[in-house]
């Protein structure tokens, strides 16, 4: 298996831009986390899904941010609009879910807003 | 949220010394505990997992304290591979487990 994979892996963008990221989990996982990095608050769980139903999104910062897991193999994170403060690096995990499970993660996408 | 503390550091050492750092978590009802590994600008990879009879993984050894509600890590030998940041994880159940981190500990390792 590939692994995690995000896409894009750098993003620079202008502030009021929609901003699109995209995670394809382990195939077989059943949780899907999206995550943000900053210095100031170190990784923060935004959202997670299991088997595609979002179950906690209460780490979302505000209405401008959404995520979706249409099926099993993809899911996105959308800014609308962006702004210079929602510059970090956003990663996506994946795991089979349990309490010993291990989190794979992806690359992570760095987001750059201007 | 529940919450998991850290020191950030930075931990200067030379090599060969022996570290170790501890990380505390608010929630008594975390279930389970790992210590994950970051690389400048990499993602966070599995380090180890930490069992309540504490486990060895070559130089790395995880202990855990459920009564004072702490984890350690302790690394002998410290090799200048080992320069990262050392990020402490407790999954809760909220029904599901969920992952929550601590910001980081980082270790510097020099000649």
């Known amino acids: 298996d590939a692994g995690v994979i995000q896409s894009p892996r750098h993003e620079v963008t202008e502030m009021g831009q929609e901003v699109t990221l995209r995670c394809k989990p382990i195939?077989?996982?059943?949780?899907l986390f999206w995550y943000r990095q900053t210095m100031m608050r170190g990784l923060e769980l935004l959202i997670y899904?299991?088997?595609?139903?979002?179950?906690?999104d209460s780490g979302m910062p505000e209405d401008r941010f959404s995520a979706k897991m249409p099926n099993a193999s993809f899911s996105t994170l959308k800014i609308q609009p962006s702004e210079p403060r929602d510059s970090a690096v956003y990663f996506c995990?994946?795991?089979?879910?349990?309490?010993?499970?291990?989190?794979?993660f992806g690359s992570g996408t760095q987001l750059s807003v201007l | 949220r529940k919450e998991v503390e850290q020191d950030p550091g930075p931990f200067n050492v030379p090599e060969g010394a022996t570290v170790a750092f501890n990380c505390t978590y608010s929630?008594?009802?975390?279930?389970?505990f790992f210590w994950y590994r970051q690389d400048c600008r990499k993602e966070p990879k599995l380090l180890m997992s930490?069992?309540?009879s504490g486990n060895e993984d070559g130089r790395f050894t995880a202990q855990l304290n459920r009564a004072s509600q702490y984890i350690s890590l302790l690394i002998r030998d410290s090799k200048l591979s080992d320069s990262a940041t050392y990020l402490c994880?407790?999954?809760?159940?909220?029904?599901?487990?969920?992952?929550?981190f601590g910001r980081g500990t980082s270790l510097i390792v020099h000649p």
């Open positions: 995990a994946s795991s089979f879910g349990g309490a010993d499970e291990k989190l794979f």
């Open positions: 930490v069992y309540s």
């Open positions: 994880v407790v999954n809760w159940s909220g029904g599901s487990y969920i992952p929550t």
């Open positions: 929630n008594s009802a975390s279930q389970s």
């Open positions: 899904f299991n088997n595609n139903v979002p179950i906690d």
């Open positions: 195939s077989g996982h059943d949780y």
